[in-house]
């Protein structure tokens, strides 16, 4: 089934004060030209970014079909987001943290959420992330220093609310010096997010905007402070049937990309139960391959040998 791509309503926030970045240039100006560049691109592209809400419940629409194991996490999204226009207000949704093993579709689904809002998509690894400065930068002083990803995506991307997604968060690593999560205490509350001040560039940036998207494997490591700040959500792996929906929808989203006209619309029982396996991440790739080994094969259809699955011998995993 296809659907219509949604409107997306937007509005402008400043997320970031012209008087302060400039200040910050003059007192640091010649100390860091790297500091300097980024002070001047504040300035160049202004404050103001786009906060985006879509125009309708059906932005939600298409993911109830592409992921329906995440059908509780959509439910409430979608009341969330008629209150969102019911009060005239944008589409402002508390942390969320996806709970599951690996496969079952975290990662895929926080980048469709993010396009279904029409907004931009940050993702950070958090497996053996050692220290916070990935998000929160690292003081200008110290050699090699940069902007964290939070300040980084909100100065130089077009949104004020991108979806960052922060994957394997109970995999961070650290000390009690340098926790990678500590950041988070104030990022997942908005109060608190206005006045979020990136080590770097040492300037006060809005993040309060931000539709964060935790993926964990299980709670364990995640201090208990930091659940709190969040929405938990336990997202089972797709039943079969709907594992071979998912296959199907992606397998005829691609013959209308590629325009593959000649091929069969539906894929054959067999060919979706070896399809089970694959991830989303993986499952375009594997369809792309599986329908060039059957044009180069002459047919209009794919067949059992034309789906090669990579890496997968020895696993035990079931789903997506």
């Given at each position: ?12 926030r ?13 007192r640091s100006?010649?100390?860091?030209p ?8 504040m ?9 985006t ?6 932005a ?12 509780e ?15 005239n ?17 975290k990662?895929?689904f ?55 997604v ?5 995999k ?50 995640i ?13 089972p ?8 929906g ?21 894929l ?13 991440r ?22 059992l040998e ?15």
């Amino acid at each position: 089934m296809s659907f219509a791509t949604p409107l997306t309503l937007a509005r402008t926030r400043a997320v970031y004060d012209l008087l302060d970045v400039q200040d910050a240039l003059d007192r640091s100006r010649g100390r860091s030209p790297e500091l300097d560049a980024f002070y001047e691109r504040m300035l160049d592209t202004g404050p103001e970014r786009f906060v985006t809400t879509p125009s309708s419940i059906d932005a939600l629409s298409p993911l109830f079909e592409e992921c329906p194991n995440f059908d509780e996490v959509l439910d409430d999204l979608a009341r969330y987001l008629r209150l969102a226009h019911a009060g005239n207000k944008g589409f402002n949704v508390m942390p969320i943290l996806l709970l599951g093993g690996p496969g079952v579709g975290k990662t895929h689904f926080a980048k469709r959420l993010a396009r279904a809002m029409g907004t931009d998509c940050e993702l950070i690894s958090m497996n053996a992330l050692s220290a916070g400065f990935v998000i929160t930068g690292s003081s200008a002083s110290w050699r090699g220093a940069k902007c964290g990803k939070v300040a980084e995506r909100l100065v130089r991307g077009q949104y004020a609310n991108p979806v960052v997604v922060l994957d394997e968060v109970e995999k961070a690593t650290g000390s009690s010096q340098s926790d990678p999560l500590a950041a988070l205490y104030q990022l997942l509350e908005p109060e608190t997010a206005r006045a979020f001040r990136d080590e770097f560039i040492d300037v006060e940036v809005d993040a309060s905007q931000i539709f964060w998207v935790l993926t964990a494997n299980s709670v364990e490591g995640i201090p208990a402070p930091l659940l709190n700040r969040m929405a938990v959500y336990e997202v089972p792996a797709p039943t079969p049937d709907q594992a071979a929906g998912i296959a199907q929808r992606m397998y005829a989203s691609l013959l209308e990309e590629l325009n593959l006209t000649g091929f069969d619309a539906l894929l054959g029982d067999a060919v979706l139960d070896k399809l089970a396996p694959v991830s989303p991440r993986d499952l375009r790739k594997t369809l792309l391959d599986s329908l060039g080994y059957a044009v180069a094969g002459g047919r209009g259809h794919i067949m059992l040998e034309d789906v090669r699955l990579r890496g997968l011998p020895g696993r035990s995993r079931i789903g997506f």
